[in-house]
């Protein structure tokens, strides 16, 4: 099974284009507020019981979609780069995958932020993630998200990231002026996946 894993801050168009790059290549989508909303209606966010059931899903999903032997699966993330307990998280997902003869491929979108706040209350992004359609609060969670976590690579400081990055096959696409739909392809064209759909 081919893992791509897509990450980058609050409303870059992770999703988006993992839903782009899932209509060329028949990939299917995890992306990560299919766990996080159901669970939100039971437990607080950032609760221990909240990160317990999330993580454990997400690991079980990876796990059978890679024992299934599905072509591929893009999950997409918010991974703080400055934090080691993320960057575990993502090695774990990685491996669950590698394990099973699978291979995994990192994307980073990266938009200034002025776009990504145009881009936090668009309908694709509220009718996906209805925890967002607090506009008020979702802008200010972007912006202190922002501020308290490193969530691109390229700031000029080394994070145990960048050393996970560097082992896999790595594209980082500025995507502030790249559709969706572009941005999809690139990340189609760079790592030569089959494109089964148009």
């Not at 609760?47 to 059978?64: A, K, L, M, Y």
């Not at 893009?74 to 991974?79: D, G, I, L, N």
């Not at 990685?94 to 491929?105: K, M, N, P, Q």
């Not at 309908?123 to 609060?137: I, P």
Request: aromatic share 8%.
């Amino acid at each position: 099974m081919e893992l791509v894993i897509i990450f980058g801050p609050a409303a870059v168009g992770k999703m988006t284009v993992g839903h782009e790059v899932c209509k060329l290549t028949g990939f299917k989508l995890f992306h990560n507020h299919v766990l996080i909303e159901p669970v939100l209606d039971i437990f607080p966010f950032g609760s221990p019981q909240f990160e317990r059931v999330v993580g454990e899903f997400r690991r079980r999903i990876i796990t059978e979609a890679a024992d299934a032997a599905i072509p591929g699966l893009v999950f997409t993330y918010v991974w703080g780069l400055d934090i080691p307990e993320d960057t575990d998280v993502v090695a774990s997902y990685i491996d669950l995958v590698e394990s099973r003869g699978g291979r995994a491929r990192l994307v980073e979108l990266a938009a200034d932020q002025r776009e990504r706040i145009a881009r936090n209350g668009t309908d694709f992004r509220l009718d996906q993630k209805r925890s967002k359609r607090d506009l008020e609060w979702s802008h200010r969670n972007l912006v202190e998200l922002d501020s308290n976590f490193v969530l691109n690579t390229g700031g000029g400081r080394r994070t145990k990231a960048e050393d996970l990055i560097d082992k896999h096959d790595y594209l980082r696409i500025d995507n502030t002026q790249v559709a969706a739909p572009a941005a999809a392809r690139m990340i189609v064209s760079s790592f030569g996946l089959e494109v089964v759909g148009m």
